[in-house]
């Protein structure tokens, strides 16, 4: 079956402002995120990439925008079940914030039981990621024939849920896993399961760099960032 190549959109003003952005418009990708991005047609330069997705939010839109000028052969098409999770009244404010909220705590350890105020539960979220996947890999072998590639540009926290369940594990373990901005992950996937190839995959060893504490730092140690963090500094 098809293999996913799933890239988290570039760097955006809101990860380095430290804002939960959501769903909120006007949101694009800053100065190095619009590196980032076009540095991304020269990393996936080997790969053959028979379609590609997107969610509807422009840091997504603009993070495709040189690798679709590269090749232009190929079109993108939208899906909104890709689309950052509904945080609902979270939307659009600051991480520190936020992690004064009560439900901070639920969101870290137990995100399966979240549903935020006026959004969506964590598990709609991932629902509809995993369904969009499954629907695409049809779509994709039937139209480009078994073991072709596409690629899927999206937000961290619906990046993390489906490498969740691509190696099966429980929602309320997805905070342990972290994507940065314009990384790659690859999962291959096959009629008895997926098999995760790159996860986070930069191209480079920033990332590995031990973070300094910012406006993306959730204000605790040990939490993971929601909505995915603005990256290595």
């Known amino acids: 079956m098809a293999t996913l190549i799933l890239v988290r ?13 959501g769903w909120t ?39 495709l925008a040189p690798l679709l000028e ?16 509904h945080y609902g009244d979270w939307s659009g404010r600051k991480l520190r914030e936020l ?23 964590m598990r709609a979220m991932q629902a509809r990621a995993v369904d969009a996947v499954r629907d695409w890999n049809a779509r994709v072998d039937q139209e480009h024939g078994e073991g072709a590639a ?4 999206s937000h961290g926290d619906i990046i993390k849920s489906l490498v969740a369940d691509a190696l099966g594990l429980h929602l309320d373990l997805f905070q342990r896993i972290h994507v940065e901005p314009c990384s790659v992950t690859a999962i291959r996937y096959t009629r008895s399961r997926p098999f995760l190839l ?18 993306q730092d959730n ?6 960032v929601v909505g995915g963090g603005a990256g290595a500094p």
């Open 9 to 21: 959109h570039g760097r955006s003003t809101a990860n380095t402002e430290g804002v939960l952005a």
């Open 25 to 63: 418009p006007g949101v694009h990708l800053d100065e190095r995120g619009a590196a980032q991005a076009a540095a991304l047609p020269a990393r996936l330069a080997s790969v053959p990439i028979a379609a590609v997705v997107s969610s509807p939010l422009e840091r997504c839109r603009e993070t």
């Open 70 to 85: 590269a090749r232009p052969g190929l079109t993108v098409e939208t899906d909104e079940r890709i689309g950052e999770c």
């Open 99 to 121: 992690a004064e909220e009560p439900m901070m705590g639920v969101v870290q350890q137990h995100p399966s039981a979240v549903v935020f105020p006026g959004g969506e539960s």
């Open 150 to 153: 596409y690629l899927l540009c």
């Open 198 to 215: 790159r996860l986070g995959d930069t191209g480079e060893l920033g990332a590995l760099v031990p973070p300094v504490e910012g406006p």
């Open 219 to 224: 204000g605790g140690s040990g939490d993971a």
